[in-house]
């Protein structure tokens, strides 16, 4: 059973940091795309970041272009997200997300619990 | 970047009646579309993937169709356990992109 873990989520002031990282287990995590996805309080989804499985190709919204870093541990089958220069604005539950195939373009299949991040004064 | 016009955003409905949902891409998309179903406090569930191909475990009530940009998911006989917050998501690019998110209550 695949199953995503995340942590390090939390209260930060702006325009402070975190890094959230994101365990994965029943599958063979070094084969597949990751992404990061966060939805915000009473809001839709919205695509965050994405990344190769060698860590090769990275990908971002525009919205947090410059300000997060996605990376990956395959030794450790992990994903992290650090985060930097925070704003109200990324106050949102992150779920970390494998893909269904070994393609970036292909749907989310799992989908991790998600790590509440509250950036606020 | 690609954007996903989801259409309607609430929906009334009964059990046992069917319904349909739409989302339409800026852009051709190749049928790179996901649905996916949201319950209160919980993560999405995948429902259909390349347009029309339902994912493994979804019951055969929901199905997906896609004709050029426009794109559509039908649950043909709601079940209690369906009402919840429906997504379209396109992954044609890298920069993925959801649709504003559908509310499906009872009526």
């Known amino acids: 059973e695949v199953q995503l873990v995340e942590s390090g989520g939390g209260l930060v002031q702006p325009p402070g940091s975190l890094r959230l990282s994101c365990v994965a287990s029943?599958?063979?995590?070094?084969?597949?795309?990751m992404s990061w996805v966060r939805q915000g309080p009473g809001k839709g989804l919205e695509w965050v970041a994405n990344?190769?499985?060698?860590?090769?190709?990275?990908h971002y919204v525009d919205s947090v272009r410059g300000r997060f870093t996605i990376s990956r541990d395959n030794s450790k089958n992990s994903l992290y997200l650090q985060m930097s220069s925070l704003r109200d604005e990324d106050t949102a539950v992150y779920y970390c997300a494998s893909l269904r195939g070994f393609s970036a373009y292909d749907a989310i299949a799992s989908w991790g619990q998600g790590t509440l991040v509250t950036v606020s004064s | 970047d690609i954007q996903m016009t989801q259409s309607p955003s609430t929906l009334s409905a009964s059990v046992g009646d069917g319904v349909t949902i739409t989302c339409r891409a800026s852009h051709r998309i190749s049928n790179y579309l996901a649905w996916y179903q949201q319950k209160p406090g919980k993560a999405p569930k995948l429902l259909i993937y390349?347009?029309?191909n339902l994912e493994s475990g979804v019951p055969s009530r929901f199905s997906g169709s896609a004709s050029g940009t426009e794109f559509t998911l039908t649950i043909s006989s709601l079940q209690p356990d369906d009402f919840a917050t429906y997504y379209c998501?396109?992954?044609?690019?890298?920069?993925?992109?959801f649709g504003q998110g559908t509310k499906l209550e009872i009526k």
């Open positions: 998501q396109q992954y044609n690019s890298y920069s993925y992109t």
């Open positions: 390349k347009a029309s």
């Open positions: 029943g599958f063979t995590f070094s084969r597949y795309w």
């Open positions: 990344i190769k499985q060698d860590g090769s190709e990275k």
